[in-house]
């Protein structure tokens, strides 16, 4: 036998660690000041770019991909290189991997506040950013399959099955929903609209937590803890079942952030259905994980890294029982659009990817630096504040949940709405989200605590850039010994490619009908594309991330129209690239907004929402007002939207700044009316003929048209007495 | 990583990796079930409602609680209508203080947080455009004046809400809040007036 001596590499696993640290801290630092303006509407100091709509996606981007995502390549680039007995494929291509990454979310950092987003939930980094993020995830499939296939190990261990599949599943995902079409350097519109670009979307979405939270670290999950507890995985026959259950039924569970929506019904059935399936898969993950510690629970007591571990899994056994149940249909009516959603996330942020992180950190530290953990007693105090953090956080969001989902519904015997003022159901939900920010404060004080600890660890011990290791080099000729499973697991081809096929299948049966059956989004001759100001106008709406706060989608249900007007058809959004659609109300659904207001009334509102809505949450724009609307971008922005399918005449580039400078005109002679004064090239003017176009095309089915607007139509519904 | 005290478990299986060993429990029984019967509702789900088509699908669903709500509303709605001759607008504190609170939250964004006027026309002077009667202005409030913008009231507001803020309103008539919007048969209809 031919032993060889290699070398692991612990610096890019060490520059991982470090990176993932600062991200925590930094992820949930900009989640606890979205949780504070939440309850203090001028937290953000009347500064544009750090309003609740631009801070969501710079919590979430920050978390997901910087937190979580460093976290992921630590973990993968310390196991994987163990578990196949080989340095990883390529050192050059491991730090493309790093400075990559994290050059994408500093940008990502940058861009999120100045308001440059495509506005689709997780996939907000405009397309310069995305095609770089294509770019470093298939330099770490490289290196991922490089190293696999100069393994010495005959046989891929069950976390590097998890670690395949996560790698194709993102890219697929990654590459499919952010097909846009670029509108300058820092615009783009998605090539899907209306409920095509809804379920692309939420294909991405479900399947970003499922493969980017989920998979890479149960893939972790199996490495560090029957490491750290010394005990072998409980079933090895449980880890093969729930795998390729759990990649095969978790792409079809899409559609379950769309249940009663206008996605057709039979793509919100399977949703559903796949979504209870999935219950047994994900708790295999969970049991694989807890009983292995059968025998190991007086090691748990004392490793603080243990502790984490199992409060980590636990959290992802809850989770991963309330995805399902919240997926039934009437448990979602009830839930959806509350806080209720935003506290099963956190269980799963906080709980499993966040604990199951600093779980690793802990048994990283002392290894690389070949030391012990500098203190116990401080990493006790990080479990127990971050325990509790999660408590304060996650029960009032339950609370509160419940209680505005309850008053949304609520009638009085005579049929009307219990509570027809939405804000009188916020206003309910202030003390909740005080103590959500207590929560996220502890929480953010265990991890404080906790990268102190880990940065003493680090000095009294002596890092160790590589280490040795020998193993007999792998023999490829294999003997036909083996069968079934076992024998998949010496095939990394194989393998991946029956991975490839399992996620693809939900995915596809999903979609392409979407695309290819017309009844599937039946026409309403009266939609119409939106006019150049309204154009901007939504531009606006997207820049501010106001879909953060406010859904576009009214379901079928009395007390919704009955609050918000007829419910949202499938054929009303054929020209929304993107869709709006939104996951929470934090403020009511915008969708049928346009011509409920006067113009007047949006422009006070918007320059400080407490003077039309008093106790509103929602920031002031005053930026709206003085800020100039850029039109120089509005041909390229015509032009683009034509390609992605908008049915604008050929050459209405050049008519598009003079219908816009008409429409302009309109909504200043009604603000008058109003008794406000504004110029019409300000950006407000194109936000209020947004709101005011919003949910009516369906309404006005034989709208006059002039001469020189169509095939648009004619402007907003005019309140002017 | 085999326990020196106790001896080594039958179940575990001859591979490793990095040290680490799997067992070959069987998977847990209960386990197996939840995973069947999960299974078996979710198809028996899809059966129901695409392949048998035996329950209602969300617009069917709406529809029922539709017919249902508007019923109960409409009676409520007709019940009041048929009053409204014979009421005189409240005097008592607590309705026109609720009045206020629902002139606030649906009225003021046209017609201003004082009764001055925006959109809407001033309702503190005494050129009242549709009838000075209390079931004049109670009709207003229910039907609305489409024409002009004045929306429709029914079915939003409740009738103890449109018969308090229409008493409300009542009391705004002959107060002075500054810079009022002008009378519509006083001015032209055009802009200019506000520059």
Redesign the interface.
């Given at each position: 036998m031919n032993i060889e001596t290699f070398k692991y590499d612990n610096r890019v696993v060490r520059a991982f660690a470090i990176a993932t640290s600062i991200w925590a801290v930094v992820g949930m630092l900009a989640g606890l000041l979205a949780a504070v303006e939440l309850f203090l509407p001028g937290a953000n100091l009347n500064l544009q770019y750090i309003t609740f709509g631009r801070l969501r996606p710079l919590h979430t981007n920050a978390v997901i991909f910087a937190f979580v995502g460093n976290g992921m390549f630590m973990g993968i680039y310390y196991?994987l290189q163990?578990?196949c007995?080989a340095r990883m494929f390529n050192d050059t291509l491991s730090w493309i991997n790093f400075w990559g990454w994290n050059a994408i979310i500093v940008a990502a950092a940058i861009s999120l506040p100045l308001g440059l987003t495509t506005s689709k939930e997780y996939a907000e980094l405009e397309w310069p950013i995305d095609i770089a993020i294509a770019l470093v995830w298939v330099v770490f499939c490289i290196n991922l399959f490089g190293t696999i296939w100069k393994r010495r190990?005959k046989?891929l261990?069950v976390a590097i099955w998890f670690y395949i599949a996560t790698a194709i599943t993102v890219a697929i995902l990654h590459i499919v929903n952010s097909l846009e079409v670029p509108a300058g350097a820092f615009k783009s519109y998605s090539i899907y609209a209306g409920v095509q670009d809804a379920l692309v979307q939420w294909w991405y979405g479900h399947n970003a937590v499922a493969f980017f939270l989920t998979t890479p670290y149960l893939g972790l999950m199996?490495?560090f803890l029957?490491?750290a507890s010394?005990?072998?995985?409980?079933?090895?026959?449980?880890?093969i079942?729930h795998f390729w259950?759990l990649i095969f039924i978790y792409i079809w569970a899409g559609p379950h952030h769309l249940l009663?929506t206008a996605l057709p019904?039979?793509a919100?059935?399977?949703g559903?259905?796949?979504s209870?399936?999935l219950?047994?898969?994900s708790?295999?993950g969970m049991?694989n994980g807890l009983?292995t510690l059968r025998?190991a629970w007086d090691k748990v007591r004392q490793e603080p890294m243990l502790k984490f571990m199992v409060v980590a899994v636990t959290a992802y056994g809850m989770a991963t029982l309330e995805g399902p149940m919240l997926s039934i249909k009437s448990v979602n009516s009830l839930s959806h659009y509350t806080d209720w959603t935003i506290a099963h996330v956190h269980t799963g942020a906080l709980g499993w990817n966040g604990f199951l992180t600093f779980s690793m950190l802990y048994w990283l530290f002392p290894r690389l630096y070949r030391t012990d953990l500098y203190s116990v007693k401080l990493a006790n105090w990080h479990f127990w504040l971050g325990l509790l953090g999660m408590m304060f956080y996650v029960v009032p969001m339950y609370w509160s949940g419940i209680t505005q989902g309850l008053m949304w519904k609520q009638?009085?015997?005579?049929?009307?709405l219990q509570y027809?003022?939405f804000?009188e159901t916020v206003l309910q939900l202030i003390p909740m989200y005080r103590l959500r920010a207590v929560g996220g404060s502890l929480y953010i004080l265990g991890v404080l605590i906790g990268c102190y600890n880990l940065y003493k660890t680090a000095r009294q011990g002596r890092f160790e850039p590589d280490t040795e290791a020998q193993a007999p080099a792998l023999e490829r000729s294999g003997h036909g010994a083996e069968s079934g499973h076992r024998w998949l697991e010496s095939k990394a081809g194989l393998l991946s490619v029956l991975a490839t096929v399992a996620v693809l299948i939900g995915g596809a049966v999903e979609i392409i009908p979407m695309f290819v059956i017309q009844g599937n989004v039946p026409t309403i001759s009266s939609v119409k594309p939106y006019s150049p100001l309204e154009v901007l106008g939504r531009d606006l709406y997207i820049r501010e991330g106001c879909v953060g706060c406010h859904s576009q989608m009214i379901r079928?249900?009395?007390s919704e129209?009955?609050r918000y007007g007829e419910?949202s058809k499938a054929g009303e959004f054929v020209y929304d690239h993107p869709f709006l659609w939104g996951s929470k109300r934090t403020g009511p659904d915008l969708h049928r907004i346009g011509g409920k207001?006067?113009d007047?009334?949006h422009y006070n509102h918007m320059d400080d929402p407490r003077l039309?809505s008093?106790g509103s949450i929602m920031p002031r724009y005053p930026w709206l007002l003085t800020q100039k609307l850029e039109t120089n971008s509005l041909p390229a922005r015509i032009a683009a939207l034509r390609k992605v399918g908008v049915p604008y005449p050929a050459g209405y580039e050049a008519r598009a700044q003079k219908d816009l400078e008409k429409q302009a005109a309109t909504i200043v002679?009604n603000l008058?009316?109003?008794?406000v004064?504004a110029e019409s090239n300000r950006e407000i003017i194109a936000l209020i003929a947004y709101l005011q176009r919003l949910g009516t095309d369906i309404k006005a089915g034989q709208a006059p048209k002039t001469a020189d607007l169509a095939p648009l139509p004619q402007t907003t519904v005019s309140?002017?007495? | 990583?085999n326990?020196p005290i106790r001896p080594k478990?039958p179940l575990?299986?001859d591979?490793e990796?990095?040290?680490?060993?799997?067992?070959?429990?069987?998977?847990?029984r209960w386990?197996v079930w939840?995973?069947v019967l999960?299974?078996i509702?979710?198809?028996g789900?899809?059966v129901y409602?695409?392949v048998l088509n035996m329950g209602p699908?969300?617009?069917a669903?709406?529809a029922k609680?539709?017919r249902e709500?508007?019923?109960?509303?409409n009676?409520?709605q007709s019940k009041f209508e048929a009053t409204l001759s014979g009421l005189e607008p409240s005097k008592d504190p607590i309705v026109v203080a609720q009045g206020g609170k629902t002139f606030?939250?649906y009225c003021?964004?046209?017609h201003r947080a004082d009764g001055g006027g925006?959109?809407?026309?001033n309702l503190c002077d005494d050129y009242w455009i549709h009838g000075t009667n209390f079931s004049d202005n109670l009709k207003v409030v229910i039907n609305g004046v489409p024409e002009?913008?004045m929306l429709t009231w029914k079915?939003?507001?409740?009738?103890k809400e449109i018969y308090s803020v229409a008493s409300y309103i009542y009391t705004l008539r002959g107060t002075k809040p500054p810079n009022p919007?002008p009378r519509?048969d006083q001015v032209p209809a055009s802009?200019e007036t506000?520059?």
């Amino acid at each position: 036998m031919n032993i060889e001596t290699f070398k692991y590499d612990n610096r890019v696993v060490r520059a991982f660690a470090i990176a993932t640290s600062i991200w925590a801290v930094v992820g949930m630092l900009a989640g606890l000041l979205a949780a504070v303006e939440l309850f203090l509407p001028g937290a953000n100091l009347n500064l544009q770019y750090i309003t609740f709509g631009r801070l969501r996606p710079l919590h979430t981007n920050a978390v997901i991909f910087a937190f979580v995502g460093n976290g992921m390549f630590m973990g993968i680039y310390y196991s994987l290189q163990r578990l196949c007995k080989a340095r990883m494929f390529n050192d050059t291509l491991s730090w493309i991997n790093f400075w990559g990454w994290n050059a994408i979310i500093v940008a990502a950092a940058i861009s999120l506040p100045l308001g440059l987003t495509t506005s689709k939930e997780y996939a907000e980094l405009e397309w310069p950013i995305d095609i770089a993020i294509a770019l470093v995830w298939v330099v770490f499939c490289i290196n991922l399959f490089g190293t696999i296939w100069k393994r010495r190990e005959k046989h891929l261990y069950v976390a590097i099955w998890f670690y395949i599949a996560t790698a194709i599943t993102v890219a697929i995902l990654h590459i499919v929903n952010s097909l846009e079409v670029p509108a300058g350097a820092f615009k783009s519109y998605s090539i899907y609209a209306g409920v095509q670009d809804a379920l692309v979307q939420w294909w991405y979405g479900h399947n970003a937590v499922a493969f980017f939270l989920t998979t890479p670290y149960l893939g972790l999950m199996y490495y560090f803890l029957p490491k750290a507890s010394g005990r072998p995985v409980f079933s090895y026959r449980l880890s093969i079942i729930h795998f390729w259950a759990l990649i095969f039924i978790y792409i079809w569970a899409g559609p379950h952030h769309l249940l009663y929506t206008a996605l057709p019904d039979w793509a919100q059935s399977l949703g559903m259905a796949f979504s209870i399936m999935l219950v047994a898969p994900s708790w295999g993950g969970m049991l694989n994980g807890l009983l292995t510690l059968r025998g190991a629970w007086d090691k748990v007591r004392q490793e603080p890294m243990l502790k984490f571990m199992v409060v980590a899994v636990t959290a992802y056994g809850m989770a991963t029982l309330e995805g399902p149940m919240l997926s039934i249909k009437s448990v979602n009516s009830l839930s959806h659009y509350t806080d209720w959603t935003i506290a099963h996330v956190h269980t799963g942020a906080l709980g499993w990817n966040g604990f199951l992180t600093f779980s690793m950190l802990y048994w990283l530290f002392p290894r690389l630096y070949r030391t012990d953990l500098y203190s116990v007693k401080l990493a006790n105090w990080h479990f127990w504040l971050g325990l509790l953090g999660m408590m304060f956080y996650v029960v009032p969001m339950y609370w509160s949940g419940i209680t505005q989902g309850l008053m949304w519904k609520q009638f009085t015997p005579d049929g009307f709405l219990q509570y027809p003022n939405f804000l009188e159901t916020v206003l309910q939900l202030i003390p909740m989200y005080r103590l959500r920010a207590v929560g996220g404060s502890l929480y953010i004080l265990g991890v404080l605590i906790g990268c102190y600890n880990l940065y003493k660890t680090a000095r009294q011990g002596r890092f160790e850039p590589d280490t040795e290791a020998q193993a007999p080099a792998l023999e490829r000729s294999g003997h036909g010994a083996e069968s079934g499973h076992r024998w998949l697991e010496s095939k990394a081809g194989l393998l991946s490619v029956l991975a490839t096929v399992a996620v693809l299948i939900g995915g596809a049966v999903e979609i392409i009908p979407m695309f290819v059956i017309q009844g599937n989004v039946p026409t309403i001759s009266s939609v119409k594309p939106y006019s150049p100001l309204e154009v901007l106008g939504r531009d606006l709406y997207i820049r501010e991330g106001c879909v953060g706060c406010h859904s576009q989608m009214i379901r079928p249900f009395r007390s919704e129209t009955e609050r918000y007007g007829e419910y949202s058809k499938a054929g009303e959004f054929v020209y929304d690239h993107p869709f709006l659609w939104g996951s929470k109300r934090t403020g009511p659904d915008l969708h049928r907004i346009g011509g409920k207001y006067p113009d007047a009334w949006h422009y006070n509102h918007m320059d400080d929402p407490r003077l039309t809505s008093p106790g509103s949450i929602m920031p002031r724009y005053p930026w709206l007002l003085t800020q100039k609307l850029e039109t120089n971008s509005l041909p390229a922005r015509i032009a683009a939207l034509r390609k992605v399918g908008v049915p604008y005449p050929a050459g209405y580039e050049a008519r598009a700044q003079k219908d816009l400078e008409k429409q302009a005109a309109t909504i200043v002679q009604n603000l008058k009316a109003g008794m406000v004064k504004a110029e019409s090239n300000r950006e407000i003017i194109a936000l209020i003929a947004y709101l005011q176009r919003l949910g009516t095309d369906i309404k006005a089915g034989q709208a006059p048209k002039t001469a020189d607007l169509a095939p648009l139509p004619q402007t907003t519904v005019s309140l002017n007495p | 990583m085999n326990d020196p005290i106790r001896p080594k478990d039958p179940l575990l299986l001859d591979h490793e990796a990095d040290g680490i060993q799997e067992l070959d429990n069987n998977l847990p029984r209960w386990w197996v079930w939840l995973f069947v019967l999960c299974v078996i509702y979710a198809a028996g789900y899809l059966v129901y409602y695409h392949v048998l088509n035996m329950g209602p699908l969300s617009a069917a669903e709406y529809a029922k609680e539709s017919r249902e709500g508007e019923a109960l509303k409409n009676a409520a709605q007709s019940k009041f209508e048929a009053t409204l001759s014979g009421l005189e607008p409240s005097k008592d504190p607590i309705v026109v203080a609720q009045g206020g609170k629902t002139f606030g939250t649906y009225c003021a964004p046209c017609h201003r947080a004082d009764g001055g006027g925006l959109v809407g026309p001033n309702l503190c002077d005494d050129y009242w455009i549709h009838g000075t009667n209390f079931s004049d202005n109670l009709k207003v409030v229910i039907n609305g004046v489409p024409e002009k913008g004045m929306l429709t009231w029914k079915g939003v507001l409740q009738p103890k809400e449109i018969y308090s803020v229409a008493s409300y309103i009542y009391t705004l008539r002959g107060t002075k809040p500054p810079n009022p919007k002008p009378r519509e048969d006083q001015v032209p209809a055009s802009t200019e007036t506000f520059e």
